[in-house]
């Protein structure tokens, strides 16, 4: 029981309850009780839920495929406004109101080490590119290798610029916070924006090896969540109570069917199969190579058919595939239905990276070509080496010859 005041005596302070802000990045909601309550077969609401989903789905991809018809800077374009998307949903996860408004400012230092970071990693995968589309151009041709040539002193320039001003902004009882904001940035950084930057590299490697991917993850999530929806009765994780193994392993066999037919289908199309050696947008023309070429290969039993040989590596990205099955938290709401553009994006991430590495190791030659040579040449010696070179390469050959 609580003593009431009396008139004379001084009223005790109310004690000062802080509200948090419940955030969607929570645990689900009574993910403590029976999973067989939270399925969707179960749930009353799941067809408005199934309309407002597919009616996002519906939209989400036929813009997608109007960037990726329009082409490689497109797509880039798309993946740049998606990484700063993601950003802001990641950086508001850990902001406190209260604490932002005694540090004016300190959400821009965020965005700087992000744009940063972007100005690093881009400059990195697009360098030669870039070169290639101004060579025409000897203003432009300098201003850009000169650039590159300094672009990691830039890179590096920046960023201690902006260490500088954390530590200038640094202020007493906000030391946790700044620092917890500090190192939650670049784990943003390195897990998120590096990973979802290998995306770029693989369009210029061949839209294929971009778009066959992420077609896959796209498929899969599609699969899971309509075999969950009207199969699915058997919970396959407790932290997320509505997956359940009837989706896991519906989205499993439609994605590994899918992987095989498009890669069928995409590798018809040079558009789709072609590198991009510079930064244009107009039509290419290429030599697919051996590994888009249509050749026999005898199936046991009574299964033939013509398949290709990119088809076996497509075949690998299907793994990638199962970690839709674990997906729990949703970053943000700004897709009706799906949550965040992280929330659709997380998968994407690990499967650029996955792509990228198959690509170097397992289909790109590791020996140089005479291509890749002459670019490193004109992007990194000047005319004197160059023409020191050319002299020293003929000496070189004519000894050759003579002493054949």
């Known amino acids: ?58 939209w989400m991809i036929g813009g997608f495929a109007l960037i990726v018809y329009l082409g490689h800077l497109y797509i880039t374009a798309m993946v740049v406004v998606l990484q700063i998307f993601m950003a802001r949903e990641l950086f508001n996860l850990l902001r406190k109101t209260h604490e932002d408004k005694q540090l004016p400012g300190f959400r821009l230092l965020n965005w700087h080490f992000f744009f940063t970071a972007m100005l690093f990693v881009y400059g990195r995968i697009l360098s030669q590119r870039l070169v290639n589309t101004v060579t025409p151009d ?15 002193a830039i890179c590096y320039s920046l960023y201690i610029s902006g260490f500088v001003w954390f530590i200038l902004t640094l202020k007493k009882k906000m030391y946790k916070y700044q620092f917890s904001q500090y190192a939650w940035t670049h784990m943003i950084l390195i897990v998120v924006f590096t990973q979802s930057s290998f995306t770029v590299a693989n369009i210029f490697e061949g839209i294929f090896w971009f778009l066959l991917p992420a077609s896959l993850i796209v498929i899969n999530d599609i699969f899971a969540y309509i075999c969950g929806f009207f199969f699915g009765r ?18 499993s066999i439609t994605t590994m069917i899918s992987a095989f037919l498009l890669a069928n289908i995409m590798g018809r199309f040079l558009w789709l ?71 659709r994006m997380d998968c994407q991430m690990v499967m650029a990276v996955f792509a990228y590495i198959y690509h170097q190791s ?43």
């Not at 749930?43 to 309309?51: A, C, I």
């Not at 397992?362 to 004197?384: G, R, Y």
Request: contains cysteine.
């Open 1 to 58: 029981m609580h003593k009431e005041n009396t008139g004379d005596a001084p009223s005790a302070p109310t004690p000062r309850v802080r509200h948090h802000r419940k955030r969607n990045t929570d645990v689900v909601a009574g993910a403590g009780k029976p999973n067989g309550s939270h399925l969707l077969v179960n749930d009353s609401s799941k067809y408005k839920s199934f309309l407002i989903r597919a009616y996002s789905t519906v």
């Open 138 to 152: 000897k203003v432009l041709y300098r201003l850009v290798t000169s650039l590159i040539k300094y672009h990691m």
């Open 234 to 251: 058997t919970p396959l994780i407790k932290l997320s109570p509505k997956k359940t193994w009837e989706g896991f392993i519906g989205a």
């Open 273 to 343: 199969t072609c590198p991009r050696e510079d930064l244009s947008t107009g039509w290419l023309q290429c030599d697919p190579g051996p590994l888009f070429k249509q050749e026999t290969h005898a199936l046991p039993g009574w299964i033939s058919n013509w398949v290709r040989l990119v088809i076996v590596h497509s075949a690998a990205c299907f793994a990638s595939g199962f970690k839709r099955a674990f997906k729990v938290k949703d970053f943000g709401d700004s897709i009706p239905g799906h949550g965040g553009i992280t929330d």
């Open 362 to 404: 397992f289909v790109v030659p590791q020996s140089l070509s005479v291509d890749k040579l002459l670019d490193q040449i004109i992007t990194n010696l000047t005319l004197e080496e160059q023409q020191a070179l050319f002299t020293k390469l003929g000496q070189v050959l004519q000894e050759k010859v003579i002493g054949s």
